[in-house]
């Protein structure tokens, strides 16, 4: 056996010799081991290149994976020549007993090419424990960094063949066709709006801006209990202004259609509290995750989400708001550096919770010197590269705030300043001030 079998390293010579083989006995099943495995979970060199040539050949539909087309195909390439390449496809064929339990054959593969990205991620650790150059801070946050990423059997850092990513979308497609509402992005849950968005997809960066006094707060409290309720998302709220128990008392608020100021006072009827508690007994039905104790760092808020289970994925988190937050490496290159370094260190976030972000963000004051008062993306408080990473800009406008006409009384502008995904629109709904609720606009549904 040659010596790069003899190593230490993990692996199992048995299990990467049935992957392959269970394709050549079955070549359709090539997409579950794309769609699982890479070229470097492999940890012999002749597998590696024979997994590369069995991408390359279902690149083209009409060529059928088999021994004579993997043969070929890795002659051309000039891989190994014809008489060692039938050589090492024999032996693959005869040590594969069937095509069956391919998945518990990558599933050992996947299993020991983590334990050896474990041995690299503890070396790397370890470097960075000894160096005294660097924050023994910055070291932990290495390393849970690293441990996270393995932890996630999904990570992929490496590049990817469009084969596979094409494997991967049209499964995708396939599953929205067959269950659209299992599938499709986390829904705000206001029709208007999700027909401009059609969900926020995992990985967005969602902005909501406005000046004081617009609603964004309850606007994006809304949104997470419509999502965690009638989206059964797992939602996490993040707010640096207002504590826990401030939020809950308003999403009380708002469920209950009690004032706000009554709850404050205390002063309540034997039918509000028999309000209360239904709206207590609805919300306590959704998976709302609170944190309403000023953490202000985008590393801190992340390390808090890793660790609530049913969030990656099927999540949605929101951040209350942007110029509360803190980047300390920053810090020392003004304002806007920082409020730059934070909204990419957001989207970085969002894509690797594979979760919506939607965070709020100020406007500039110098809007209110504008004729109209209408917001734009430009008014974005210190707004830096927000525009650029930003994949959703909302920017709330109320226009009876500005204007006390009666047609405009109890209006609200959603306005869809960027969409990534789509087209952009301005959406009209209610606002309740007295319960700081946005709602649909009677008749919407009749205009779609």
């Known amino acids: 056996m040659p010596n790069e079998y003899n190593r230490q390293l993990p692996f199992s010579l048995q299990a990467e010799q049935s992957v392959l083989g269970s394709v050549l006995i079955d070549p359709e099943r090539f997409k579950d081991v794309a769609m699982k495995l890479r070229e470097s979970d492999f940890y012999i060199d002749v597998h590696k290149l024979m997994f590369s040539a069995m991408l390359k050949l279902s690149i083209n539909q009409s060529k059928q ?214 709206a207590s007994n609805k919300l306590a039905e959704c998976n709302i995750y609170i944190d309403g104790t000023t953490e202000s760092s985008v590393s801190r808020i992340k390390t808090k989400l890793k660790r609530i289970k049913g969030l990656k994925s099927n999540g949605l988190v929101i951040i209350d708001y942007l110029q509360l937050m803190q980047d300390p490496n920053e810090k020392k290159n003004g304002r806007t550096a920082e409020v730059s370094a934070i909204s990419r260190a957001l989207k970085l976030m969002a894509k690797e919770l594979e979760v919506p972000v939607i965070c709020c963000s100020q406007l500039n004051r110098d809007l209110e010197k504008t004729k109209e008062k209408i917001p734009t993306m430009a008014d974005l408080r210190e707004s830096g590269s927000i525009e650029q990473d930003a994949d959703v800009v909302l920017l709330l406008y109320r226009p009876d705030y500005y204007n006390q006409k009666q047609d405009q009384q109890n209006r609200a502008q959603v306005i869809v300043a960027k969409n990534r995904h789509g087209g952009t629109d301005t959406v009209e709904m209610a606002w309740d001030p007295q319960f700081t609720k946005f709602s649909e606009l009677s008749g919407i549904e009749e205009q779609a």
């Open 65 to 278: 994976i088999d021994v004579v087309t993997l043969t070929n195909a890795m002659v051309e390439s000039g891989d190994m020549d014809e008489a060692a390449c039938k050589s090492n496809i024999a032996v693959i064929v005869n040590a594969t007993p069937s095509a069956a339990n391919l998945d518990d054959y990558i599933e050992i593969v996947r299993e020991k090419s983590l334990r050896r990205q474990l041995i690299d991620a503890a070396g790397k650790i370890e470097n960075a424990a000894m160096d005294d150059g660097e924050s023994v801070y910055t070291a932990i946050e290495q390393a849970e960094q690293l441990v996270y990423a393995l932890s996630d059997s999904q990570n992929n850092n490496d590049l990817i063949h469009i084969q596979t990513l094409l494997i991967q979308a049209h499964a995708n497609l396939n599953a929205l066709a067959k269950d659209p509402e299992k599938y499709k992005g986390v829904m705000t849950h206001f029709s208007g709006l999700d027909r401009v968005l059609v969900g926020m997809n995992k990985g967005d960066l969602v902005i909501v801006g406005a000046r004081p006094a617009m609603g964004k707060t309850s606007f994006v409290l809304n949104i997470a209990e419509n999502a965690a309720y009638k989206g059964k998302k797992t939602v996490c709220v993040f707010s640096l202004e207002m504590s826990g128990e401030e939020l809950v008392k308003r999403m009380l608020s708002t469920e209950a259609c009690i004032p706000s100021t009554q709850l404050r006072s205390g002063k309540l009827s034997a039918q509000d509290w028999e309000k209360l508690g239904m």
